[in-house]
């Protein structure tokens, strides 16, 4: 058993003894030895701590006030705008936007009338004049500046009292009170520290940047996730021109909210229709491709899920996801062998969404199996077609939230048919012929019966 320090204490000279003795050894006392946390008024956790004022749980009245970045997508993101004394970490990889879509923000917060300071560690003054002038910015009222010493930041911060500040990025930073070098864990979680308690001191909204490692984690430290009150992931395929701002913490609004933007040559640009612009990349029918309905916080979104699956030349066929769920797809193609009568073995899989958008949702199963079974028997869906579901293992097809707001949408866009699951409510939505299947077996039949007659019709 662990050692338990001493417990006992004389009220004279607070020697403190491991056990009771009539005199203390320090001063010769008799009697003065008492037993610590006891009610002797010795020393204990309690002693020396100041009152805690204790309240009820109703705080002011109504939700806190918030003032807008002027970026639809982004406000929508935060939660309907920013909240005053609010720190957000913004991650991503790099290259990705970060420092675009920050810049734009600041520039448009100041452009509205309020005090946006943009503290950069990474590039020079001339660097980040170019960028403004190339986003048409460069008349924008920003106070730019560029240092990684939090002590001078803060001074700085504490003079011009800015309402929004922006730190880019938070692994450049450092404090001369903590070894190690810029961007250790050590380092990273004081410089967040400071600018956190900053912004709970002086009320101003506090956007730190952070770079994502090859693992997906922002750099350094997981920390800062904590420290923050919204940490956003700014995600996309650099060959892509589609970036999604979504939202994984959000003490002050929903999570999984998710903005879109259209990297130009101008800047990034929200997308108000993002489902017509993932779809507009999409050709003619081809085997492997299904397009699916998703949900993406408050937003439909329709993405293509395409599948190839071909003749493998190795001895361990390849299986390559890019934009879900690796995991996920093996779980499918396991499910579809030993339901279904299918078989992948020799086959290399490849799986991609298009758009280069990430797609997290269990509702995508669905037109995954269904990509994956076209892309296996090389025949076509019908282009007309949608389709959501989650798949458990025993092959069911389950049902999902938002049935109808997933239908709606994809009929606004011209899709006349949907394979769904079998007990979903909300049925039927106008414009859009709906198919209930219970299990995946029910897919390959509807499948192999509508491509046969195609074929023979
Ligand atoms: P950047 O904001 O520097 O990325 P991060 O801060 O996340 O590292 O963005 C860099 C990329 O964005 C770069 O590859 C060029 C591209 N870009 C455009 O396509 N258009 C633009 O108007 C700007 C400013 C950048
Ligand atoms: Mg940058």
């Not at 009771?20 to 956790?45: F, H, I, M, P, Q």
């Not at 996309?236 to 589609?242: E, I, K, M, N, Q």
């Not at 879109?260 to 779809?279: D, H, I």
């Not at 296996?376 to 869906?381: E, K, P, T």
Request: charged content about 20%.
């Amino acid at each position: 058993m662990a050692k338990i320090g001493p417990k006992f204490q004389c009220t004279n000279c607070k020697a403190l003894h491991a056990k009771w003795s009539g005199r203390c050894d320090g001063c010769g006392e008799w009697n003065t030895v008492k037993e610590v946390g006891s009610d002797t008024g010795l020393a204990n956790a309690s002693s020396g701590g100041k009152l805690i004022e204790l309240a009820g749980l109703k705080y002011g009245s109504g939700p806190p006030e918030r003032s807008l970045l002027g970026i639809g997508e982004f406000d929508r993101v935060l939660g309907g705008g920013l909240v005053p004394a609010g720190t957000i970490l913004v991650g991503g990889d790099p290259g990705i936007g970060k420092s675009t879509l920050l810049l734009q923000a600041a520039a448009a917060f100041a452009a509205d009338g309020g005090t946006a300071v943009y503290i950069s560690g990474e590039e020079s003054r001339s660097q980040i004049g170019l960028r403004a002038d190339r986003l048409g910015l460069s008349g924008a009222p920003v106070l730019l500046g560029t240092d990684t010493n939090i002590s001078n930041i803060l001074t700085t911060l504490d003079r011009q009292h800015p309402a929004v500040v922006v730190i880019d990025s938070i692994q450049t930073m450092w404090s001369e009170h903590v070894a190690g070098t810029p961007g250790s864990v050590a380092q990273v979680r004081a410089a967040a520290f400071e600018l956190v308690r900053h912004a709970k001191q002086r009320g101003a909204a506090v956007f730190l940047v952070g770079h994502v490692t090859k693992e997906g984690q922002i750099a350094g430290p997981r920390v800062v996730e904590h420290m923050v009150d919204t940490v956003l992931y700014f995600e996309g395929d650099r060959g892509h021109h589609f970036r999604i701002l979504r939202a994984v913490k959000n003490r002050y609004g929903p999570t999984n909210e998710v903005g879109v933007f259209e990297m130009t040559g101008k800047g990034l640009l929200g997308v108000e229709n993002p489902s017509a612009l993932f779809l507009s990349e999409r050709e003619k029918p081809t085997p492997g491709s299904v397009v699916f309905a998703g949900i993406e916080g408050t937003r439909t979104l329709l993405v293509e899920i395409q599948a190839l699956v071909a003749q493998s030349a190795f001895a361990s066929p390849r299986r390559t996801v890019v934009g879900s769920d690796s995991s996920r797809m093996s779980m499918i193609i396991a499910v579809l062998e030993s339901r279904c009568n299918l078989s992948f073995a020799g086959q290399d899989v490849y799986l991609n969404t298009g758009g280069g958008i990430r797609v997290t949702e269990p509702a995508a199963d669905l037109a995954v199996a269904g990509a994956l079974m076209s892309g296996l028997l090389n025949r076509s869906f019908p282009p007309s077609a949608v389709a959501f579901g989650e798949i458990s293992l025993s092959g069911a097809i389950r049902s999902v939230a938002q049935t109808e707001n997933r239908l709606r949408e994809a009929a606004k866009l011209g899709f006349s048919k949907a394979m769904v699951p079998g007990g979903s409510k909300n049925l039927p939505v106008e414009g859009i012929d709906a198919k209930g299947l219970d299990d995946l077996p029910d897919l390959v039949n509807m499948f192999l019966d509508d491509t046969h007659q195609q074929s023979t019709g």
